[in-house]
T-cell receptor, first 112, second 112 residues
Framework: GEDVEQSLFLSVREGDSSVINCTYT??????LYWYKQEPGAGLQLLTY?????DMKQDQRLTVLLNKKDKHLSLRIADTQTGDSAIYFC????????????FGKGTKLSVKP | EAQVTQNPRYLITVTGKKLTVTCSQN?????MSWYRQDPGLGLRQIYY???????DKGDVPEGYKVSRKEKRNFPLILESPSPNQTSLYFC???????????FGDGTRLSIL
């Protein structure tokens, strides 16, 4: 199938690290993405990783990609209350359509 | 500032009254796309466009039309809206197919 799977909820304490996991299905995906959606807001492209990379670090964000297991993770270091949002994992579909296949989103709650 | 702009942000209307949601991007992107976001179903692609005058159906195109007369604009047209089209709509654009997509802030449509 074409499902992108991620857990629905994650709760952490301020200052801890958050790890959001995702599994995808299309091995031909060129890029894999993490989007952030705050309440009432649009989708913000948080970071992305090219499929031939294993890891990408961008300030507090670390993306790990395991192509063999089709597993993607997003680690947020020193999580802040402003990081509370829904995080979507997405893969780019191969072929001519070029659309993104999204997971259902992981709601991250950061407790002070 | 590079952005994707959608209008209106919110609209409440009645069944059968034609409406258009506009989308404009200022990044000279070739690829543009419309998604709808529904609880429990995530984001699904409605239509996409590879370039001017080139449009094609996504995964859920029924009840929608699009046009791409200019590179920057990609309006979504609901000729005869029905209540099952009540949803949150996002326009997105990217340099080309399978490149990272940037999203607008969303349009919340309610069809009564």
């Amino acid at each position: 199938g074409e499902d992108v799977e991620q857990s629905l909820f994650l709760s952490v304490r301020e200052g801890d690290s958050s790890v959001i996991n995702c599994t995808y299905t299309d091995s031909s995906s060129t890029y894999l993405y993490w989007y952030k959606q705050e309440p009432g807001a649009g989708l913000q492209l948080l970071t992305y990783i090219f499929s031939n990379m294993d890891m990408k670090q961008d300030q507090r964000l670390t993306v790990l990609l395991n192509k063999k297991d089709k597993h993607l993770s997003l680690r947020i270091a020193d999580t802040q209350t402003g990081d509370s949002a829904i995080y979507f994992c997405a893969e780019s579909r191969g072929g001519s359509q070029g659309n993104l296949i999204f997971g259902k989103g992981t709601k991250l709650s950061v407790k002070p | 500032e590079a952005q994707v702009t959608q209008n209106p942000r919110y609209l409440i209307t009645v069944t059968g009254k034609k409406l258009t949601v506009t989308c404009s991007q200022n990044m000279n992107h070739e690829y543009m796309s419309w998604y709808r976001q529904d609880p429990g179903l995530g984001l699904r692609q409605i239509y996409y466009s590879m370039n001017v005058e080139v449009t094609d159906k996504g995964d859920v195109p029924e009840g929608y039309k699009v046009s791409r007369k200019e590179k920057r604009n990609f309006p979504l047209i609901l000729e005869s809206p029905s209540p099952n089209q009540t949803s949150l709509y996002f326009c997105a654009s990217s340099l080309a197919k399978n490149q990272p997509q940037h999203f607008g802030d969303g349009t919340r449509l309610s069809i009564l």
